[in-house]
């Protein structure tokens, strides 16, 4: 098959791919997860876009990289374990089909292999803004209303958020994930759940060449030694 540039709009109009959404989205809700449809890869599509553009990458990685956001969690529809290497092996033949290069399909599949925290690494520019963009979508229109349960740690934070942005300070190259949570959940519920998916998008920010910053209700949550007042650094001579 001729290789072409596929664009995000292709991948959204892929018959197969709407159907591993779909089925990824709807396997999760059985098993109690929050939601990863549409309006979850919608998020990550755009924000991993944006992340690079702002940085100034080349605008057909930051393609590429919208296009990894959209198709990131297909392999739900297998089996949540795994999810990443799953998806990137079910991607691998269906981008090819699809005729895309195939230094694309490796930046694709690498990307979607390696965006989970429990055996993932960041591998690429794409990798990164994917990261953190799919770490970042923490908000209640995750929660699953018809099924909503106060007692689920998930449900309770995402809940709790009213309102997120993931912002970009290319001069300063700083990545923010600020976030407002209300007092029907904690900082303390959000850490346990978000800790390693934080860490690793501290790690997505230094491979990008900036620094992350977690900010909840306005405060720096994960503020580092060289970010402190000097006054504090001069404490601890």
């Not at 005729?99 to 591998?123: C, L, R, Y």
Request: with cysteine; aromatic share 6%; charged share 25%.
């Amino acid at each position: 098959m001729q290789e072409k540039r596929i664009t995000v709009q292709d991948v959204k109009q892929n018959e197969k791919l709407a159907v591993l959404i779909d089925a990824a989205n709807r396997m999760l809700e059985v098993i109690g997860y929050t939601e990863h449809g549409p309006r979850h890869v919608g998020f990550v599509s755009h924000t991993a876009r944006s992340i690079l553009e702002q940085l100034h990458y080349p605008e057909r990685m930051c393609e590429l990289a919208a296009i990894a956001g959209w198709v990131h969690d297909v392999g739900n529809a297998v089996n949540r374990v795994n999810h990443g290497i799953t998806g990137g092996a079910l991607l691998f033949p269906i981008l090819q089909e699809m005729g895309m290069p195939m230094d694309e399909v490796v930046t694709i599949v690498g990307a979607v292999g390696n965006h989970e925290e429990q055996n993932g690494k960041v591998v690429s520019a794409v990798s990164a803004a994917l990261i953190i963009a799919d770490k970042s979508d923490a908000h209640r229109t995750r929660v699953r209303r018809a099924s909503y349960n106060p007692d689920d740690i998930h449900d309770r934070v995402n809940f709790a958020i009213a309102q997120n942005a993931v912002e970009v300070d290319p001069v300063r190259r700083i990545i923010r994930f600020a976030l407002s949570m209300d007092e029907s959940s904690s900082v303390m519920d959000f850490m346990e759940i978000y800790l390693t998916r934080m860490q690793m998008c501290e790690e997505a920010a230094n491979f990008l060449g900036c620094r992350f910053e977690l900010v909840v209700n306005g405060v720096n949550i994960n503020r580092t030694r060289q970010d402190a007042p000097r006054g504090a650094q001069e404490e601890r001579r």
